[in-house]
Nanobody, 115 residues
Framework: QVQLVESGGGLVQPGGSLRLSCAAS???????MGWSRQALGMQRELVAA???????GYADSVKGRFTISRDNANNTAYLEMNSLKPEDTAVYYC??????????WGQGTQVTVSS
């Protein structure tokens, strides 16, 4: 049974930080782990991704502020978010792609940046 368990969302003031976690289980041969986000009324967009070799990619809007990392032994990905802005407010979804190019999504965690 595939499970993606996300945690770490919440309310934070502008300029603050949050750390999201995504623990995957039941997926054979994980390749890429990443995070996407969807703001109200907007399309879902890719935020950051990391492959099983540690190569990373980021959306331009978060470069220099967000850092994705991964614990391969525990199939867990992390998204460290610093210098948060109100425009970062969204539901953040963990996405896992396996070696057969199947995609799995988490249930989403709300991040709200507001004073």
């Amino acid at each position: 049974q595939v499970q993606l368990v996300e945690s770490g969302g919440g309310l934070v003031q502008p300029g603050g930080s949050l750390r999201l976690s995504c623990a995957a289980s039941g997926i054979f041969s994980i390749n890429v782990m990443g995070w996407s986000r969807q703001a109200l009324g907007m399309q879902r967009e890719l935020v950051a991704a990391i492959n099983n070799s540690g190569a990373t990619g980021y959306a331009d809007s978060v470069k220099g502020r967000f850092t994705i990392s991964r614990d391969n032994a525990n199939n867990t990905a992390y998204l460290e978010m610093n210098s948060l802005k109100p425009e970062d407010t969204a539901v953040y979804y963990c996405r896992v792609r396996d070696s057969a190019l199947n995609d799995y999504w988490g249930q989403g965690t709300q991040v709200t940046v507001s004073s």
